[in-house]
């Protein structure tokens, strides 16, 4: 079982930036592909970015393309989201996802998922 924890969520304005974390434990990080995905109010959850398990290769939806950045360190068992140039319509909450097999943007590759942290976006 691997358990994920996310952090960093919070109320912020329009054009801010927040760091969003997820720390894995219980087994070994570094074979996991990891993803965040975020789901609004009323709607489905929607895939956010993605990377690989040795931080090589990224993917981004098109609508966080060029505002937000995937990272990792294995070193620390962690994968980052950098969010910078919010928008409101980022309000949602944001999960991270392990995939043992490869990184996508397909909810159902992902083996196990956090709880989730609340990220709300004011204009």
């Known amino acids: 079982q691997l358990k994920l924890v996310e952090s960093g969520g919070g109320l912020v304005q329009a054009g801010s930036s927040l760091r969003l974390s997820c720390a894995a434990s219980g087994r070994t990080f570094s074979q996991y592909a990891m993803g965040w995905f975020r789901q609004a109010p009323g709607k489905e959850r929607e895939f956010v970015a993605a990377?690989?398990?040795?931080?090589?290769?990224?993917y981004y939806a098109d609508s966080v393309k060029g505002r937000f950045t995937i990272s990792r360190d294995n070193a620390k068992n962690t994968v980052y989201l950098q969010m910078n140039s919010l928008k409101p319509e980022d309000t949602a909450v944001y999960y991270c996802?392990?995939?043992?097999?490869?990184?996508?943007?397909?909810?159902?590759?992902?083996?196990?998922w956090g709880q989730g942290t609340q990220v709300t976006v004011s204009s």
């Open positions: 990377i690989s398990w040795s931080g090589g290769n990224t």
């Open positions: 996802a392990a995939s043992i097999t490869i990184y996508s943007d397909g909810s159902g590759n992902y083996n196990y």
